[in-house]
Antibody, heavy 120, light 107 residues
């Protein structure tokens, strides 16, 4: 079964750091570009960051540039998001998603999400 | 950035109704557009990619059309399980922006 499973979320104080992980299984992980998308509870989807299959190209939303770092370890079938200097507005569900050339770069597989709450 | 404007923000409909959701891009994106369905407490699910291609396993009552800046998602006959929020997304240029969503509610 093709699956993405996020972990690493939790309650964090403002200014602290957090590292989210996303484990892929059931597919050849390094065949795919990967992305992070976040969603404030009750609100819409916000694309956060994306990384190509080999890590050669990375991009970020302006709202997180300079504080978030995306990375991947294809040997471990894993995607990561390092979040520094956390702010209250970073409180959201964070989803990892697989980007498929076969679906013209749409996100065809999503994880279940991990919740990040930034509060003192 | 490319802005994606969805309308309406919500629609009330009954089982069996035909529902149409619009998505407009602030600049031309040819057919680099996807539609997603999200139910409460769940991750989004890909319905349509390349503006009009149905993702495998998605019922044929869902269809997408459009090119350039104007796109439409149509549910031909609403089923009970279709009550959800729908999002469009452009995937032609970073940052890959989503529309604000359209909530399909039970009338």
């Amino acid at each position: 079964e093709v699956q993405l499973v996020e972990s690493g979320g939790g309650l964090v104080q403002p200014g602290r750091s957090l590292r989210l992980s996303c484990a892929g299984s059931g597919f050849t992980f390094d065949d795919y570009d990967m992305h992070w998308v976040r969603q404030v509870p009750g609100k819409g989807l916000e694309w956060v960051s994306g990384i190509t299959w080999n890590g050669g190209t990375i991009d970020y939303a302006d709202s997180v540039k300079g504080r978030f770092t995306i990375s991947r370890d294809n040997a471990k079938n894993s995607l990561y998001l390092q979040i520094n200097s956390l702010r209250a507005e970073d409180t959201a569900f964070y989803y990892c998603a697989r980007c498929s050339i076969r679906s013209k770069d749409a996100f065809d597989v999503w994880g279940q999400g991990t919740m990040v709450t930034v509060s003192s | 950035d490319i802005q994606m404007t969805q309308s309406p923000s919500s629609v009330s409909a009954s089982v069996g109704d035909r529902v149409t959701i619009s998505c407009r891009a602030s600049q031309g994106i040819t057919n680099w557009l996807a539609w997603y369905q999200q139910k409460p407490g769940k991750a989004p699910k890909l319905l349509i990619y390349a503006a009009s291609t149905l993702q495998s396993g998605v019922p044929s009552r869902f269809s997408g059309s459009g090119s350039g800046t104007d796109f439409t998602l149509t549910i031909s006959s609403l089923h009970p399980e279709d009550f959800a929020t729908y999002y469009c997304q452009q995937v032609i240029r970073f940052p890959w922006t989503f529309g604000r969503g359209t909530k399909v509610e039970i009338k």
